[in-house]
């Protein structure tokens, strides 16, 4: 797989309109069939994608959706929801709420 195909791939991903990822990544997956691993190697368009179109994800026993952002990254693919007082991982290719832990954050000084 070459870098001029994951930088392609990268801005399709990037460019979706809200709300139909799930339909450029059925047709990515179309054309590139012969590179089944290519989608893995865009994982940092799709975290792009999802912060700035403000992807939403309900927690279990929330009351609201909860926005995924980089205004709530705690890094390492996961969220912070301060409703909930805690953080979840989440799968940005398929836009699904992985883990939860209601671990408290706490400032640093």
């Avoid at 959706?65 to 301060?82: I, P």
């Avoid at 836009?95 to 671990?103: A, D, F, H, K, P």
């Amino acid at each position: 797989m070459s870098s001029a195909s994951v930088t392609a791939i990268s801005a399709f991903v990037e460019g979706a309109p809200p709300g139909e990822l799930s339909d450029v990544i059925a047709d990515i997956k179309a054309l590139t069939v012969d590179e089944p691993k290519l989608l893995q190697s865009v994982s940092p368009a799709f975290e792009k994608y999802n912060e700035e179109q403000f992807a939403t994800v309900k927690l279990p026993g929330g009351s609201q959706q909860v926005t995924v952002s980089s205004h709530n990254a705690l890094g390492d693919g996961r969220y912070y929801d301060a409703e909930s007082q805690s953080s979840f991982a989440f799968d940005h290719a398929t836009q699904v709420r992985l883990g939860i832990s209601n671990t408290l954050i706490t400032a640093k000084d």
